[in-house]
């Protein structure tokens, strides 16, 4: 398994077709934390085998009628016959992961990295890039 973070949201799925992608998503921007792109986000996560949609960071800072809606996103996801979770806590991503991830698929963590990337990759013996 291979560990990649992607700040600029790159084309990601095209590089890594060979081998099962599962995309991270952490909405921790201004933007991101924007329902401004909750569709094309949509599309893009849809690229992927499988997302973990994180909390949304400081979410008190949006206007509940401006922020993205993490639940919507996973459901238009699964609609289109894809793997899609909502996971409030790193704990709960970190253990999603570990339960849906195989040798050989790639994790993208699109978003600010954190330390338990760190631990994800000691824990499953990845490699990080």
Not at 89 to 102: E, G, H, N, W
């Amino acid at each position: 398994m291979e560990i990649q973070q992607d700040h600029g949201h790159s084309g990601a799925s095209q590089t890594c077709r060979s081998r099962r992608l599962w995309a991270v998503f952490e909405p921790r921007s201004n933007t991101s934390r924007r329902n401004v792109l909750q569709y094309e986000l949509i599309e893009a996560l849809k690229e992927a085998d499988g997302c973990v949609n994180a909390a949304i960071n400081a979410p008190e800072k949006v206007a509940p009628e401006s922020r993205l809606n993490p639940d919507a996103v996973v459901h238009a996801i699964t609609a289109a016959g894809r793997e899609a979770y909502y996971e409030p806590s790193t704990d709960s991503i970190i253990d999603k992961l570990k339960a849906r991830c195989t040798k050989g698929d790639v994790i993208i963590i699109f978003g600010a990295v954190r330390t338990w990337v760190t631990h994800l990759v000691q824990d499953m013996g990845n490699t990080w890039s």
